[in-house]
């Protein structure tokens, strides 16, 4: 399964950053998977967020147009009644397949004054087409108990806003990630100026396709190398 994680910044007029998520879907047709980073259409505009979220809503169903066969993943600051989430989205063949909305919000980037927490049982394996998935949303790598809820997936999807400062932390845990649960970890992170790029694909051996100078990190998925590892060193 070809694969690509983009390293986007996101740009003050939303429009732009949807075109170009648009113009990289469009030159990526050839890969089956693509994630991209954590809000990358609106970034946190926490002071314009009811015009992030009627921008991200009218995006959402611009998106669903364009995906067909392939499998998008991005999260957007949505509206849920009177309160504001961000939701990752799963789409495929032109639908929504997957919703989770973060649970874990950063409190150093004010997250928590401005959205509403998703709810932890949310956090679980889905599957399509045969193939186990599950999510996470930045500050959630960081959480051992939710590393215990997607046991089991053949492939993490993390998309991210992941601060400069810590970008070590990110390399590492991803990483420990994917050896760890034996799957395969597409991580996206945002290449704003103050954030830790490190978009990677990263194998269940714990091999690492990345690079900090690409928009673009293109990888391939092998499932027999998932088999490999859980045939050979047994968890149980």
């Given at each position: 399964?070809?694969a690509?994680v983009l ?17 990289l ?17 609106t ?8 015009t ?23 999260t ?5 009644g ?18 989770q ?42 959480f051992?108990?939710?590393w ?10 993390v998309?991210?806003?992941w601060?400069?400062?810590?970008k ?7 990483r420990a990630?994917?050896?760890?649960n ?14 830790a ?11 690492v ?5 690409k ?19 047994v968890?149980?």
């Open positions: 399964m070809e690509v390293q986007l910044p996101s740009k003050k007029r939303y429009q732009e950053n949807l075109d170009k998520l648009i113009e879907i469009g030159l990526h047709h050839d890969k089956q998977i693509i994630v991209a980073p954590e809000v990358c259409l970034a946190y505009d926490y002071e314009h967020l009811e992030a979220a009627m921008f991200s809503a009218k995006a959402l169903k611009t998106l669903k147009k364009e995906i067909n066969e392939q499998i998008l993943v991005l957007l600051i949505l509206k849920e009177d309160e504001y989430v961000n939701q990752a989205v799963v789409i495929h063949q032109h639908k929504v397949v997957h919703r909305n973060k649970v874990k919000l950063f409190k150093l980037g004010d997250e928590d004054l401005y959205l509403q927490a998703g709810r932890e049982k949310k956090i679980k394996p889905f599957e399509i087409d045969g193939v186990k998935y599950a999510l996470l949303i930045c500050f959630e790598l960081r051992k108990d939710l215990k809820r997607i046991e089991g997936a053949d492939i993490v999807l998309t991210a806003r601060g400069k400062q810590r070590l932390h990110l390399e590492i845990l991803s990630l994917a050896v760890m034996q799957c395969y970890v597409l991580l996206s992170n945002s290449a704003d100026s103050d954030m790029k490190s978009s990677a694909i990263i194998a269940p051996n714990g091999n396709v990345m690079d900090d100078s928009e673009a990190v293109e990888g391939t998925v092998d499932f027999r190398e998932i088999k490999k590892m859980r045939r050979y060193i968890m149980d």
